[in-house]
Structure formats: structure tokens, C-alpha cells
């Protein structure tokens, strides 16, 4: 087959070597990742995309993206079938599973997440996937207003005397994908665990999800479009489904 697969940059070490290991020729475009913070500009971004992918000889359009925020929500398949992860976030297709996922959240509340790519690829603004805290209080977004009004360091300086990221948060865990030196990033979670007074753990992640999307291995864990169809969101472990 001939895949077009749409991606986020968080992935894409992990893409370009499950791309090399697949049986198939795949095509790849990433999309930066700050887009998750603007649901509605991703879901836009995400089906120009598509909608370009339309007039080349693909066999699928497949997407390295979980429902994120419902950003996937609505996006519509055209000429060719879609393929998309049956996932919650990046965290899923990170550790490989919905189960291992649901564990995480479930025992390991409060835990602040980083991945390779997502670090090298930040802005200076944020270099962390924050999942499970507990609380409803929507701490990144306020981080982020921070640095936009006051600059990294004095958003930084303002998180921790109000005791933000101790109250939420408990653990720095960095996920290993075994794909390129994460000792830089380690590095840093360590240091931001010691600063805020968390935790710090190496979490083995594993690439099974991302390599049966490049591979065609669709059952079961991704939801396969027909054209025309349209992605819709469900409140079950399914978690999206097809709304002909």
C-alpha cells in the first residue's frame, strides 16, 4: 500500500523508524505541536490535510493523533479510507496501549510527562505533556498565559511560589521510546523533579501502536473510515467511532 500518514511532531523520531520498518511506502507530514493547545485550529489543519491527500493515489490517510482534546472529532474522511487510533492523547500511543494508559491514570495521578521530541521540539514556553493531576484547574493553560504576560523565567518563578506544580503535580516520568539519547531530557525531568520536590521515574514506552499504523495492522485498536465518513466521539473505551 501507499500511506499518506499526518502526524504530530512529538512523534517523529518514532514515525520515521516505524515508516523505515514498514512493509509499505508511507508518505509523512508533521504538524508542529503546539496545535493541541488550539483545539479548533488543529481539527482545521488536520482536515486541510486530508482534504490535499484527496487527489493522491493513497490507499489510506492514516493519523499519528488521539482524539486530543476532540481535536480528531468531526474530521471527515474523503477519497480515501482514514485510520486513526482508538486513543485518548499522545500518551496512549506513547506507552503503547489504552490499558497501560488507563493504569497510569488511574495509580499514577499527578504526573508530568516527557517525551524526546515534545522537549526538543518546545518553544521555550512548555516541554512537558501533563496528564491525570487530579484537579480541573487548567495548570498549563495558566503557565502558558504567564509566560506570554511576564517572560519563561518570571512565569516560572510565579508557578513556584504559588505552589502550582507541587499542589498538582507529583511525579516527572520521562518515556523511553529506545529511539535516539534521551539523556538531555532525562536531565532535565530530573532537575524539575528535585526543583518542585517530585518524584522522578524512567517509563519504558513502546512503539506497538504507531508501528501496526504505518504497518496496516488495523484491528481492533484504530477506527477505519470509509470516504465520507466522519469521526465521532464516544463516552465508552471505544472512545471515537464512524458517524456515516
Not at 64 to 85: D, F
Request: net charge negative; aromatic share 10%; glycine share 8%.
Amino acid at each position: 500500500m501507499r500511506l499518506k500518514c499526518i502526524g504530530c511532531e512529538v512523534f517523529a523520531r518514532a514515525l520515521y523508524q516505524c515508516a523505515a520498518q514498514s512493509p509499505h511506502s508511507v508518505d509523512i507530514e508533521l504538524l508542529r505541536y503546539g496545535l493541541h493547545r488550539t483545539t479548533n485550529e488543529l481539527r482545521v489543519q488536520l482536515q486541510q490535510r486530508i482534504d490535499a491527500a484527496a487527489s493522491e493515489p493513497y490507499d489510506a490517510v492514516v493519523l499519528a493523533y488521539g482524539l486530543c482534546g476532540k481535536a480528531t472529532a468531526g474530521l471527515i474522511a474523503r477519497a480515501h479510507p482514514l485510520v486513526v487510533p482508538r486513543a485518548h492523547d499522545c500518551i496512549t500511543l506513547f506507552l503503547g496501549s489504552r490499558a497501560k494508559y488507563q493504569d497510569e491514570f488511574e495509580n499514577r495521578p499527578g504526573t508530568y510527562w516527557y517525551a524526546q521530541d515534545y522537549v526538543e521540539r518546545s518553544d521555550g514556553s512548555k516541554s512537558t505533556l501533563a496528564m491525570g493531576s487530579g484537579s480541573e484547574i487548567d495548570l498549563d493553560g495558566v503557565y502558558d498565559e504567564y509566560v506570554k504576560k511576564y517572560g519563561k523565567d518570571n512565569a516560572d518563578y510565579l508557578m513556584e511560589v504559588m505552589g502550582a506544580w507541587r499542589s498538582h503535580y507529583k511525579r516527572a516520568a520521562l518515556i523511553d521510546l529506545g529511539v535516539g539519547d534521551v539523556t538531555r531530557v532525562e536531565a532535565k525531568a530530573q532537575a524539575d523533579a528535585a526543583r518542585r520536590g517530585w518524584t522522578f521515574e524512567r517509563v519504558a514506552g513502546d512503539l506497538v501502536l504507531l508501528r501496526r499504523l504505518l504497518a496496516g495492522d488495523w484491528v481492533d485498536d484504530f477506527l477505519v473510515l470509509e470516504p465520507a465518513s466522519r469521526i465521532e466521539m464516544t463516552c465508552d473505551d471505544q472512545i471515537i467511532r464512524e458517524e456515516k
